[in-house]
């Protein structure tokens, strides 16, 4: 059975936060209580001018160092703040129409967490980790006393006004353990929003299994960048076959062009030019879309496989808006203006994309929703313009990188770039 997504958040639009990182937190907890969530509501107006309707939190509670390896699910990270300051962060959000999504550790826990008869063995009578993460301890979701604590976390916090959870390493858990938890969640609490972390296998195959409405789009976010620095289009349009095939099992994929694991965008590329196809994209096909803050502004950082390799892509953020560098705003009002685009045509959440046209740099292809809604979307990454070979009668320019152009041709775009046509 396929879960229906949740009603507000068909229309979401995330911007995804890593709040240890954002705010500058020390490495390590405990420590005396830092007032930091406070600076999260100085860019709540920046969220909500970008175009989008809630945020997506990295981990919030109780922790020994990056946030993953939680101690306690019930109390704010000293560094963060307390208690107060995350009502206050709700409440201001919700003032500007965002709701916030918290980060559901529940697959592991830190070593001080202080449940370890909850904890999985191995045969050998050792606890096991997660990954091979000394610090994070697997817990033992056979256990029934996990699954009530799990669904008293979720229900403490959406009580307190959150609007979901992204349950982090959703991959490492049984789905059945989903299945048990999320629907006596959902009993109090239907509106609330439920995606899991997935990277690789059958997306659709875990969310009929664990009844979880959106799962993390993986393939999707490698193709994007991959197709583009490759110069192979084919990649890009197998990938979207596939996600068609995933949409029609989660219709809520969560989509997105970076977040907190991964090398961010603007670096992954060889070519920066391309970083707005690549938006382009992302913008315009099915799913549940999320940006990774700093993204917005074409930051630049690389993800590296040893400690502290997280530090470039989970940078501080200055006290506001204004003290950001200049040269980052034309990529925030890039986001702006297809974010916008998204907005004005909210049935793409639900669409089906196919590629019309097909060559190694050059692709058009259509997103289709409710048999009529359509948009076309060119991409370039050739050399010379190119004149697409598809019917563009009727097609009005929606979004290109320049905004005070028209093209005189909607089917001729020029090399190294893109046009949105609806």
Not at 23 to 38: I, K
Not at 103 to 132: C, I
Not at 266 to 278: E, P, V
């Amino acid at each position: 059975m396929v879960t229906p997504v949740t009603s507000w958040a068909e229309h979401a639009i995330l911007w995804h936060v890593y709040p240890l990182g954002f705010t500058g937190a020390e490495r390590s907890a405990p420590q005396p209580v830092r007032h930091r969530l406070p600076r999260l509501v100085e860019w709540l107006e920046y969220a909500a001018e970008l175009g989008c309707s809630g945020l997506l939190l990295g981990p919030v509670f109780a922790a020994e160092t990056h946030g993953y390896d939680t101690v306690d699910h019930f109390r704010i990270d000293s560094r963060l703040g307390d208690e107060a300051d995350f009502d206050s962060l709700v409440a201001s959000a919700a003032q500007r129409g965002l709701r916030i999504v918290l980060d559901g550790v529940f697959n592991h826990v830190g070593r001080s967490f202080g449940r370890p008869e909850w904890w999985r063995r191995d045969p050998a009578g050792g606890f096991v980790t997660f990954e091979g993460h000394q610090q994070l301890v697997a817990l033992d979701h056979s256990n029934p006393a996990v699954a009530e604590y799990v669904g008293r976390v979720m229900t403490h916090w959406l009580e307190r006004g959150v609007a979901g959870w992204r349950l982090d390493a959703a991959y490492a858990v049984p789905p059945g353990f989903w299945r048990e938890v999320v629907p006596e969640v959902r009993a109090s609490h239907p509106d609330a929003w439920f995606t899991g972390e997935m990277i690789h296998g059958d997306y659709a195959a875990y969310a009929a299994s664990s009844g979880l409405e959106s799962i993390t789009q993986y393939e999707l976010w490698k193709s994007i960048w991959s197709s583009l620095n490759d110069r192979n289009f084919f990649e890009l349009a197998w990938t979207l076959d596939r996600h068609n095939e995933f949409l029609d099992g989660v219709p809520g994929l969560q989509t997105f062009a970076g977040n907190h694991d991964v090398t961010r965008l603007a670096s992954q590329l060889t070519d920066f030019r391309h970083f707005g196809h690549a938006l382009a994209v992302l913008f315009t096909v099915g799913g549940i879309p999320s940006v990774y803050y700093g993204d917005e502004q074409a930051f630049r950082g690389t993800k590296e496989n040893r400690a502290g390799g997280d530090d470039a892509i989970r940078p501080s953020f200055p006290a506001t808006p204004a003290l950001l560098e200049p040269d980052g705003w034309p990529a925030y009002r890039l986001h702006q203006r297809l974010i916008g685009f998204r907005r004005r045509h909210p049935w793409l959440v639900r669409a089906r994309t196919t590629a019309v046209h097909l060559t190694n740099t050059a692709i058009a292809y259509r997103s289709v929703a409710d048999g009529a809604a359509t948009v076309t979307v060119l991409l370039n990454v050739g050399d010379e313009p190119f004149r697409f070979p598809v019917d563009v009668r009727g097609l009005g320019v929606a979004v290109t990188p320049d905004p005070g152009t028209t093209p005189a041709d909607p089917g001729v775009v020029p090399a190294h770039s893109w046009t949105i046509l609806s």
